[in-house]
């Protein structure tokens, strides 16, 4: 009985007609093509010189809201810092850089004064309850499922122009695992 098992499995491994072989090389070859293209179908990314932009999204805003949010983060390639200087889009009347924090035990939130900079080798991650930006006085409302144009402009890279996808009201930026969602 023990002599029947290896022949069993060498039978599997090895002699397996040709066109089982193909069929099972051909679902192997279909799930990679499919695996691979799982990320660029969950985050995008944009790049301007040295820097890359991550994953830039919102959320969706329920009707009548005046103001949401935007989230990235921005991987400095380069050997030199570098400053995000400002953000416009068709989608509000005017967009600025915040940040979020805590002190004495309130929250609070208040514009970035002189941009935020990325430094050498580095990243920074805009995300809910950090730095974030805020798209006020909105023209329409974002709606999951759609992307809307902003250009972020940077002081040495110069100007990007990138594309917020537009996530559910509660979700946290399924794109860029490494964000810390604690809003």
């Not at 695996?35 to 932009?53: N, R």
């Not at 979020?100 to 929250?107: A, E, Y």
């Not at 809307?148 to 996808?165: C, I, N, R, Y």
């Not at 399924?174 to 969602?181: A, N, T, W």
Request: net charge neutral; aromatic share 6%.
């Amino acid at each position: 009985m023990s002599n029947l098992l290896p022949k069993a499995q060498t039978f599997v491994l090895r002699g397996a007609p040709f066109h089982l072989q193909q069929r099972v090389g051909l679902a192997v070859l279909s799930l990679l093509l499919l695996l691979a293209c799982v990320p660029s179908a969950i985050a995008h990314g944009f790049k301007v010189g040295d820097l890359e932009i991550e994953h830039p999204w919102s959320r969706a805003t329920p009707p009548g809201a005046k103001v949401a949010g935007g989230y990235f983060t921005v991987v400095n390639k380069g050997s030199a810092p570098d400053r995000l200087l400002s953000i416009s889009s068709d989608i509000s009347d005017k967009a600025e850089l915040h940040e979020m924090g805590v002190k004495d035990g309130v929250m609070t939130m208040r514009p970035v004064e002189g941009g935020l900079e990325i430094p050498a080798g580095g990243k920074v991650a805009l995300k809910p309850g950090a730095y974030h930006l805020m798209f006020t006085g909105l023209k329409r409302q974002p709606k999951q499922g759609e992307k809307f144009p902003a250009t972020l402009t940077f002081e040495k890279a110069g100007s990007v122009k990138v594309e917020f996808a537009v996530e559910g009201m509660g979700e946290t930026g399924s794109g860029d695992m490494d964000m810390d969602h604690a809003e």
